[in-house]
């Protein structure tokens, strides 16, 4: 299946600094990226879609200056935490699609601690 | 609100065995669904899907059933291998959604000797 990579896997920051976590299609080009968070012990939770060469388009109840995201080209998405607090520590996944009716890839996911 | 839900937040099966995870969902205009296996600390992995036009795909020892009438789905792993202890995540699609999973609460299996 088709890949995509996500950087860093594990990132530790102290609270009020900014963290950026990039998505990239390694193997396919995607102009569509999404972004989840998960909670311990709870489902994964749509973030936002990150259109390339475009705004994205945040989910209600998702803070668009918290969450910065960037869709530079048709293979990278970044998602940037900006200021962050101890309770945006969670497990940030990205995925990708082919195409229409195809299954999403995902990336290997962020865990964030806010310290 | 939840619109994919599933209801057993656990299972355990002896090897060999089958192993039958169910999910619910509310949404009419849901037309695609997919199955994910999950580990701790790693992203979902694609086991399966079905579209709505059908009732039943099947790869390998997993299959997958879908009865649009109950908005119901199920998997089922036959015969189940310690390997396939994991968190398995049932998601859904509409038609005008490309791409946006809802997914359910998980369920994690736990395959024992």
């Known amino acids: 299946g088709a890949v995509v990579s996500q950087h860093p896997s594990r990132v530790i920051c102290k609270s009020g600094t900014s963290v950026k976590i990039e998505c990239r299609s390694l193997?396919?080009?995607?102009?569509?990226m999404f972004w989840y968070r998960q909670f311990p012990k709870q489902s994964l939770m749509l973030m936002a879609t990150s259109n390339e060469g475009s705004k994205a388009t945040y989910e209600q109840g998702v803070e668009k200056d918290k969450f910065l995201i960037n869709h530079a080209s048709l293979t990278l998405s970044t998602l940037t935490v900006t200021s962050a607090h101890p309770e945006d520590s969670s497990f940030y996944i990205c995925?990708?699609?082919?195409?229409?009716?195809?299954?999403?890839?995902f990336g290997q996911g962020t865990r964030l601690t806010v310290v | 609100d939840q619109q994919v839900k599933q209801n057993s937040p656990s299972l355990s099966v002896q090897e060999g065995r089958i192993s039958i995870l169910n999910c619910d969902y509310t949404?009419?205009?849901?037309?695609?669904f997919l199955w994910y296996k999950k580990y701790p600390a790693e992203g979902p992995t694609f086991l399966i899907s079905?579209?709505?036009?059908?009732d039943k795909n099947e790869d390998g020892r997993f299959t997958v059933f879908l009865n649009k009438s109950a908005k119901h789905l199920s998997l089922h792993i036959v015969p189940s291998q310690p390997g396939d202890s994991a968190v398995y995540f049932c998601?859904?699609?509409?038609?005008?959604?490309?791409?946006?999973?809802?997914f359910g609460a998980g369920t994690q299996v736990v395959v024992t000797p």
């Open positions: 193997d396919f080009q995607a102009t569509t």
């Open positions: 998601a859904a699609r509409g038609a005008d959604s490309w791409g946006k999973l809802q």
């Open positions: 949404n009419s205009m849901f037309d695609y």
């Open positions: 995925s990708a699609e082919q195409g229409a009716n195809t299954e999403a890839f």
């Open positions: 079905i579209s709505s036009i059908k």
